[in-house]
C-alpha cells in the first residue's frame, strides 16, 4: 500500500453558483493527487507516456458528503491500494480546511499501448519501483 | 420510469491529449443530460432553484468502456429510475456517433432546503408531475 | 463577409459563486460558436484537422459588458471579417436571453502543418468555399 | 508596481488534443496567478468577498505566443500596473519550464458591491494596504 497526501487550493473556476465545487471538478483534482502521488514514487506520469503507456480511466466512484467551498486549502489523501497489473486502483479521501472528510473516491485505470490501443500489463520497472511498498512484512 | 434522449456535440475543450474526451468531463455532459429530461417533463431545473430548491449530487459512479472523440455527435439516453422522495436517481448511456455504448453512470442527487441547506422530501408539484410515469400500469 | 448565429444553453457547470457565467467558459463558447459557423460552410474544422491542418489560437480579446445566468439560452453571432490567408480572424457577440449585448470578442487563428508544426497558408479549398461570401459586389 | 510570481503545474485535464493547454484554460492560471499576487499582499480575494465587493472581469486579452504542454511547471509573472481605482489591472506573463515567455494577458477588473451588483471604488484598506508599492520613490 502506499500513501500520499496532497494539498489543492479552490480556484473561483471551480466553484458554481451554489456557491460550492461543482461535482464534476473532483475528477481533476484526483488527477492531481495521483499524479503527485505517483510522482513521489520518481514515477512521473509524463514518463510513463513518453515510454509509450497511456493510463485511461475505466472506473470511478465518487461519494459527496459535503461540500468544499472557494480558496479553502483541502486535501487529498491518494492510496495505491495494490500492486498494479493491467490495472491500476487508486482510491481517495478529500478533507476540507477544518479536517472535515467531505469526499471519498475510487479510480480503475487501465494501461494501454499508445500505439496500439490495446490493454498491456503494467511495465516491469513500475513494478519493480512499487515492490517494497506492497512487500509482506 | 421516465427516459430521455440528448444529443451532445463533443467539443475540443473536452478533449485531452489522448485524443479523447477527459474522464472528468462527463460529469457535464449528464448534467446537460438530466436537465433536458427534467425540462422536458415541464420541470425546469431553474424553477426548483428559484423556489428554494437545490439538487446536489451525493453519488456518482461512471463506468468508462470507450472513448468520445472530437467533434461526435454523442446521445445520452437519461433514465429516472424511481420516483424521487428525498433522493433522485438518474442513470445515463452514452453511446457514441456509431452508436457503441461508450459509458454509463448513476448519479444520487438530494433535496436541499436553499436557506436551512438541510434535507428535504421532493417538493410535491414534482412529485404530481412525475406520478404518471410510474404508475403501475 | 460571413456571419452565423448559435444558441447556448448556459449549464450549471459554467457558473461560478457569482452566479454568473465564470469569465473563462466564454472561450469554450467561442470555439463551438466557431465550429458551428465552419460546418455551416461545409468545412468541418474536423476534417481540417484530418487534412493535417490545426488552427491555434493565436489572440483573443473579450469585453465583458453583462453577465450570463444559469440555463439562459444565449445567442453567438459569429463573423468571419474577411477572407482567411495565413490566419482566420472571428468576432463574437454574445446576446443573453433578453436579446441583451452582454460580450464581444475576437479571435486570431493561425494555420498550422499538423506534422511539421509550422505555420501555412488557408487551405485552396477553404479559400475556394469562402470567396463567394468575399466577392465583390 | 506590484510583481508577483507563480507556479502552476500543467494537468492532463488542461490539455486538448493538440497536445497543447487549451487556449481557454488560461484564464483559470490567471485567476490562481493574480489570486496568490492578492494573498501575497495580504488581502485574500475571499475577504474582499466577505466584506462584499465582487470582482467580476471586464476585459481580457490574450496572446499567445508558444504552447504550454502536459505536466510542464509553468510560470506566471503577475504585475498590477496601476493603483487600483474603481478597476483593477493585472498584466501576465507566461514562461513555459524551459523559461520561455510562451504567452502575455492583461486583465480588466472592476469593483462591485455584491449586495447592489453597482460599481464602487475600491475598499480604502485596500489602497492603504497598496500604497506604499506604488510610491514615488
Known sequence: MYIHSHQIRVRYAD???MG???YGNYARYYEEARSEAIRSLGLPYRELELAGIM???TRMNIKYI?????DE?????????????RFMH????????AGKLINEAETQLVFVDAQT???V??????VDQLAPHFAVK
Chains 1, 2, 3, 4 share one sequence.
Open 15 to 17: 466553484t458554481d453558483q
Open 20 to 22: 460550492y465545487v461543482y
Open 55 to 57: 493510463l485511461p480511466i
Open 66 to 70: 459535503g461540500p468544499a467551498t472557494y
Open 73 to 85: 486549502l483541502i486535501t487529498i489523501r491518494t492510496t495505491l491500494t495494490k500492486m498494479p497489473d
Open 90 to 97: 487508486f482510491s481517495y479521501e478529500v478533507y476540507n480546511e
Open 117 to 119: 490501443r490495446k490493454m
Open 121 to 126: 500489463h503494467a511495465p516491469q520497472y513500475l
